[in-house]
């Protein structure tokens, strides 16, 4: 593998990340309602996600998945089913009535558990996670492809994903950030609740 590929998956990874999705929407709802340690969970499961992703597609399960309809179709309608519930519970969520994440621990129940499930489901249900991956093993990297050149296209990804989830979080859990959005913290749940049915529709009818 040269370095034109590497660069080109860099490329390609770090956009599928940064454009805004259900992992991007997840770790930002997150990192606006949980004391930073539980947000950085999200990341942690998140990037757990990915990291399952990249152990399937080194293995060649990822070819397998592509060629058996009927499993994909279960991931994609399990991946909806669960962007849709936890969509649902943004739009049932109460003002917290507070002014800034750090002035209360208990904005909302929450576990070290809980929020790695949260961000570990999210990316690993998300069937477009699983295409993109897909994509990469596939298209990038060819039916040859050494064992070497799958692991440094997984540790690219991976390293990527350390990288900018954590900065996402810090974003979003600034002071500034938070006071702005508590002022209109309402509004905002009803809002990334709609945006998470709408990926849910959109990932369940329209891969």
Partial sequence: MNYDLFIVVATISLLGMVSPGPDFFMVVKNSLNYQRKYALMTCLGVIMG??????YCIAGIAVLIKT??????FLRYA??????????????AKNSGVSYVNQSAKIMNVTYRKAFIQGYLCNLLNPKATLFFLAIFTQVLALDSSLM???I???????????WWPIVTAIFQSELIQR???KIQFLVDKLLGFILLGLAIRVAFDY
Wanted: hydrophobic share 65%; net charge positive; glycine share 4%.
């Fill in 50 to 55: 990915i990291f399952t992703h990249m152990s």
């Fill in 68 to 73: 058996t309809p009927w499993l994909f179709t």
């Fill in 79 to 92: 991946g909806a089913a669960y962007l849709a519930w936890i969509g649902f519970k943004a739009l049932l």
């Fill in 149 to 151: 050149d799958k692991l």
């Fill in 153 to 163: 296209v997984a540790f690219i990804i991976l390293v990527e994903a350390i990288i």
């Fill in 180 to 182: 702005r959005y508590f």
